[in-house]
């Protein structure tokens, strides 16, 4: 069974500095790989999606990689900013999944970023 | 362009009372999901419908129906509530169920069932 882990579950950081959450899943056989920001008491926006083919995706200040092998996904955030605070999540979906249908969530970093 | 809504945002049920959640997406998607999301359990695929005319069970289905009314809308039914069902309920929807489907979310159904 697939098993998706996010180190750290919380990370405070200044205004400006840049930095990089952390998920890693058991099984490396996937489709694809996708990264979430979801804000307090809201839905989840999707940030980013990585194919199993690709090695990263770029969107703004944000960079997500993909290693496969290594079982490994990092979403790099440039200079971040205090409107950038939520939590961010990522979800595998599995070569398994005939149907097509199942992702395997992480829990989640909590970031917070202060003026 | 709303993408997915729910309704109701926030409800209170006591237990062994029913009720329905409604989503609706206006992407013209072929899958539809329900998950939930509990502290200490991520998010959890209840059902799902790869396309209009079929559901399946997902991760949790226990205590919940679910209905594909027609490509737009899918709703999720608790039949008889239980405090265990207290949870935040997102609907999601993908362009298909295949494998490079994004999902998208959305803002969520916040269910307390004393």
């Known amino acids: 069974k697939q098993e998706v882990t996010q180190i750290p579950a919380a990370l405070s950081v200044p205004e400006g500095e840049n930095l990089v959450l952390n998920c890693s899943f058991t099984?490396?056989?996937?489709?694809?790989l996708q990264w979430f920001r979801q804000d307090p008491g809201k839905g989840l926006t999707s940030l980013l999606l990585?194919?199993?083919?690709?090695r990263e995706q770029t969107s703004g200040r944000l960079n997500a990689s993909l290693d496969k092998s290594s079982g490994r996904s990092t979403l790099y955030i440039a200079a971040s900013q205090p409107g950038d605070s939520a939590t961010y999540l990522c979800?595998?979906?599995?070569?398994?999944?005939?149907?097509?249908?199942?992702?395997?969530f992480g829990e989640g970093t909590q970031l917070t970023v202060n003026p | 362009n709303a993408g997915v809504t729910q309704t109701p945002k926030f409800q209170v049920l006591k237990t062994g009372q029913s009720m329905t959640l409604q989503c609706a997406q206006d992407m013209n998607h072929n899958s539809m999901y329900w998950y939930r999301q509990d502290p200490g359990m991520g998010l959890r695929l209840i059902y799902y419908?790869?396309?209009?005319?079929?559901?399946d069970k997902g991760e949790v289905p226990n205590g919940y129906n679910v209905s594909r009314l027609n490509k737009r809308e899918f709703s999720l039914r608790l039949e008889s509530a239980a405090p265990s069902q207290t949870s935040v309920y997102f609907c999601?929807?993908?362009?298909?169920?295949?494998?490079?489907?994004?999902?998208?979310f959305g803002e969520g159904s916040r269910l307390t069932v004393l």
């Open positions: 419908s790869a396309s209009e005319g079929t559901t």
């Open positions: 099984d490396s056989a996937i489709y694809n």
């Open positions: 990585i194919q199993s083919s690709q």
């Open positions: 999601a929807s993908s362009i298909t169920a295949g494998n490079t489907g994004e999902l998208f």
């Open positions: 979800a595998v979906r599995g070569l398994g999944e005939t149907s097509g249908s199942r992702l395997t």
